[in-house]
């Protein structure tokens, strides 16, 4: 099993930057792919990012292209997201998870963190 932490949430203004962690713990040589994640309110989990562990390939949403960062430290099982040039609608929960393959779908995923507000004000 592979446990999820994220860290790292909280308010910003408008244009303003946020750095989210992920740290993994467990069973952590199995994992593939991680992937960041966000939920609004009334609205579907919407992927974000995603890295794969081995040679660190990046795949990017079209909306956060750009002003997102994924990353990851391998030797200390941690995965970031440094999110810049924030705006009101980036507004959300945050998760990160880990699957076996890069995918866009969250349903494909089989660990999940217990997710980090993010709130950014106009």
């Known amino acids: 099993q592979v446990q999820l932490e994220e860290a790292g949430g909280g308010s910003v203004q408008a244009g303003g930057s946020l750095r989210l962690s992920c740290a993994a713990s467990g069973r952590t040589s199995s994992t593939y792919a991680v992937g960041w994640f966000r939920q609004a309110p009334g609205k579907e989990r919407e992927f974000l990012a995603a890295i794969r562990w081995r040679g660190g390939y990046t795949y990017y949403a079209d909306s956060v292209k750009g002003r997102f960062t994924i990353s990851r430290d391998a030797a200390e099982n941690m995965v970031y997201l440094q999110m810049n040039t924030l705006k009101p609608e980036d507004t959300a929960i945050y998760y990160c998870?880990?699957?076996?393959?890069?995918?866009?779908?969250?349903?494909?995923?089989?660990?999940w963190g217990q997710g980090t507000q993010v709130t950014v004000s106009s």
């Open positions: 998870a880990a699957g076996g393959i890069v995918t866009t779908d969250p349903n494909d995923y089989q660990y």
